[in-house]
């Protein structure tokens, strides 16, 4: 197969792999799987640097999660459309050290994916592999080995992986690098404090696991515009509720919503409106 034909990870569709990738997409996937399989809640994870979106397609059909993925290039938004997850944002953007800094002062998520990514970074490397680390209760970090020659970034392949040994991590699985050479690679976990009871993402913003704003800010393209409807689990306010639209108005109790009929893009909202009076 030509090298331009050639894509890093499987491609993941609605639960199958459709082509293979040149890294073995499973063996790091179990890794990643055993620390998700932790939480006993739904949970939230940001998959920085994509590529095909395998890890978070199959997060999101396997596990009770919404996935944010960061990823510059273009191609993905097709997988997503074949996808169909409403589990799952694409930011298509080549997002800088900084941008990724000032996500961590607004947006948090439990599970932080950054696999082979924080090198491309460049002399930014160490602005990003911080804010990754703050943006997550967990991250899972994969970096190239020093002997790999064959990935970019060469010469701050050294300074990454000290930095990365030097926090305290577990090393969770130690995969191939390349089928057609023996250098292995490892995914390391970053824990701040554990699996803390309730996400800290506000459950108003579940449905999309990030604020409109970030959608917006960061090049949002999945949920297309058409369907993204902006959630909020309001708790208190003052006055009369009163419908701007001539929308019809009611309160009920979760309960009852069995008795109403809602078009089918609320059904995602009306899960998350019932799982969190359950919770
Ligand atoms: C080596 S691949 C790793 C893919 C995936 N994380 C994995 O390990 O299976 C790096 C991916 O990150 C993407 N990428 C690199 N720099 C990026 C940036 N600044 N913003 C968004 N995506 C980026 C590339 O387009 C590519 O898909």
Not at 25 to 45: I, N
Not at 104 to 111: A, I, L, P, Q, R
Not at 169 to 194: C, F, N, Q, W
Not at 202 to 209: D, E, I, K, L, N
Request: glycine share 6%.
């Amino acid at each position: 197969m030509p090298d331009q034909d050639k894509v890093y990870q499987d491609v993941y569709l609605k639960g199958r792999v459709v082509r293979h990738g040149t890294r073995s997409s499973e063996e790091r996937y179990q890794a990643v799987a055993q620390v998700l399989q932790r939480y006993r809640r739904p949970f939230t994870v940001l998959d920085i640097g994509a590529n095909q979106g395998y890890f978070s397609f199959r997060i999101a059909h396997e596990f009770d999660a919404i996935c944010v993925m960061i990823e510059k290039q273009a191609a993905l938004l097709e997988n997503c459309r074949k996808n169909e997850s409403n589990r799952v944002v694409l930011l298509q953007h080549a997002i800088s050290a900084g941008e990724l800094m000032r996500l961590s002062h607004t947006e948090h998520f439990d599970v932080v994916l950054a696999l082979n990514v924080i090198h491309h970074f460049r002399l930014r490397w160490r602005t990003a592999a911080h804010a990754i680390l703050d943006l997550g209760d967990a991250a899972i970090i994969e970096s190239p080995p020093n002997n790999d020659t064959g990935s970019r970034g060469k010469w701050i392949r050294r300074p990454i992986n000290r930095f990365l040994e030097s926090m305290p991590h577990k090393v969770i699985a130690e995969t191939e690098r390349r089928r057609d050479r023996p250098i292995m690679s490892k995914m390391r976990l970053y824990e701040r404090e554990g699996i803390r009871e309730r996400s800290s993402v506000p459950v108003s913003r579940a449905a999309h696991g990030i604020s409109l704003d970030t959608f917006d800010l960061l090049g949002g393209v999945y949920p297309e515009r058409n369907v993204l409807l902006d959630t909020w689990l309001v708790q208190g306010f003052h006055g009369e509720v009163t419908a701007c639209e001539q929308q019809a108005l009611k309160w009920i109790a979760v309960d009852e919503i069995e008795n109403y009929r809602f078009p089918p893009a609320d059904l995602p909202i009306l899960d998350l409106i019932r799982r969190n009076a359950r919770a």
